[in-house]
């Protein structure tokens, strides 16, 4: 007669008493600053050997067409380290080219690097090329701080405007350090608000808030501020 619980001990020993491998990801992970307006980081998936990068972007022009090149990298926002394309999935290498069939029309890809290691927490995407190049910078890897941004968005999203400037304020003010970059586009966020609530002393208040601080990236956080109109 078969001892069924000895089998089971077997098949313990057999594996290893190994768990399968689960991805960390970030759903619609925070970014600061993008070239390419269109363009959405959906989600990081990192997982033990490569760290995946799914991004989707809707194509904005009549015969419009998007490509990424091989010579591209992650970079730590932070610091100095590099981790270079090993693969993407659903969109060519350039110069090969995805032509888009219609205005709105969405195109869905991954890029796969290294696996990066867990105490980075900004990385920047960068396209190794010389025109029309991808930059996302500042992209946080922080699942709890991405979800409390992310709430705000929804609330933005569906028109409750109050309520998600509420929620990025709420975060301003149990999170604040004046260094982390996140909270740059928290300030870009909250004066986008402003500015579609037509609160022109909340938007002048908050931008000198900006200029005073000390975060990493100001400089180009006060930039962004006054080339999309939000401040003069």
């Known amino acids: 007669m078969i001892n069924m619980k000895n089998v089971f001990y077997k098949l313990l020993l057999m594996v290893g008493f190994q768990a399968p491998l ?46 990424f090149d091989k010579e591209s990298f992650l970079v730590n926002s932070l610091g100095s380290e590099e981790w270079k394309l090993t693969s993407m999935d659903g969109i060519p290498a350039c110069p090969d080219q995805h032509h888009f069939k219609s205005i709105g029309e969405v195109l869905n890809f991954s890029l796969v690097f290294p696996a990066i290691p867990d105490e980075i927490k900004y990385i920047d995407l960068r396209e190794g090329c010389e025109d029309a190049c991808v930059s996302v910078k500042y992209i946080l890897l922080d699942e709890e701080m991405n979800n409390r941004i992310n709430e705000g968005f929804n609330l933005y999203e569906i028109g409750r405007l109050s309520a998600s400037l509420q929620v990025f304020e709420d975060i301003m003010e149990a999170e604040f350090d004046n260094y982390s970059p996140v909270f740059g586009t928290l300030y870009l966020y909250m004066m986008s608000i402003h500015y579609e609530l037509g ?21 180009e956080f006060i930039k962004t501020a006054r080339d999309t109109g939000l401040v003069r």
């Open 22 to 67: 689960v991805a960390q990801v970030f759903d619609k992970p925070s970014f600061s600053l993008s070239s390419h307006p269109t363009l959405e980081i959906m989600s990081i998936e990192k997982w033990e050997d490569q760290t995946v990068v799914n991004i989707r972007v809707k194509n904005q022009r009549i015969s419009g067409s998007f490509c």
């Open 199 to 219: 609160q022109s002393k909340e938007i002048r208040r908050i931008f000198n808030e900006l200029k005073e601080s000390t975060i990493i990236g100001r400089d």
